[in-house]
C-alpha cells in the first residue's frame, strides 16, 4: 500500500473476523458450494448432515453460509451440526477425533471444508469400519488432485482456477491503469 503496489487477493480475504474487505479479491463462489454440498447429500437421503470448519477464514465462512442456507432450505427436520477440526493434533489423532464427533452425533453426512479433511475423515470411519457413503457420506470442496488418488473417491465443488486467474489478472490490470473505485469481490461458479 505505502509505494503503490496493485493488489488482488486471490480465494479468501486478509484474515479477521468479519474483515471488511481492503483489496479486490477473487474467490470461488463458496456459499454456492456450501448449498450444493448440503444440497446434494441432502438429495442422497441424508437428514443428519454436519459441516467440518478448519479454520475462520471467508471462504470458510462462505461455505458454512451456504450449509446453513441450504439446511433452512430443507426444512424444520434439519438442525446444523458444526464440527471444528481441533488444531494442535498430529494429522492422525486429529481425523480419529473427528470421527469420534461424528459418530456421536449419528451423523450421516458431512461437508468437509476441503478435500484433504474429507479424505482424512473417509480413511479413519473406514477403518473404524463406517461404509462410506452407505452409512456417512461425504464431500469436500476445490477438487483436489488427492481426491482423485484412491479408489474411493471424493465427491467435491470443483471451480475453474483458470477462471479465477483470468479474473484476478483482468482486476490488476485495471488497478495498475488507475481505477481507484472501492475493491470488489468476484465469484467465480463452481
Partial sequence: REVGI???????????????????????DDLDGGLQCTGH??????????????SPTSSHEGRLAGYLTALHHAGA??????????????????????ADRALAQSVDGVVCYQDYTALGLILELLNRGVRVPGDVA????????????????????AFSSESVARQAARL??????????????????G
Fill in 41 to 54: 447429500l441432502i438429495d442422497q437421503g441424508r437428514r443428519r448432515v454436519a459441516f467440518l470448519s478448519g
Fill in 172 to 189: 490488476i490490470r485495471a488497478r495498475v491503469a488507475g481505477d481507484a473505485s472501492p475493491p470488489v469481490k468476484v465469484l467465480v461458479p
Fill in 77 to 98: 427436520g434439519f438442525a446444523p451440526m458444526v464440527l471444528e477440526q481441533p488444531s494442535g493434533l498430529a494429522t492422525k489423532e486429529t481425523y480419529a477425533e473427528l
Fill in 138 to 157: 461425504i464431500t469436500g470442496f476445490d477438487n483436489l488432485p488427492i481426491g482423485k488418488a484412491y479408489t474411493i473417491g471424493v465427491t467435491t465443488y
Fill in 6 to 28: 496493485a493488489v488482488v487477493l486471490i480465494e479468501r480475504n486478509l484474515r479477521g473476523l468479519a474483515r471488511p474487505l481492503e483489496y479486490d479479491l477473487v474467490a470461488a
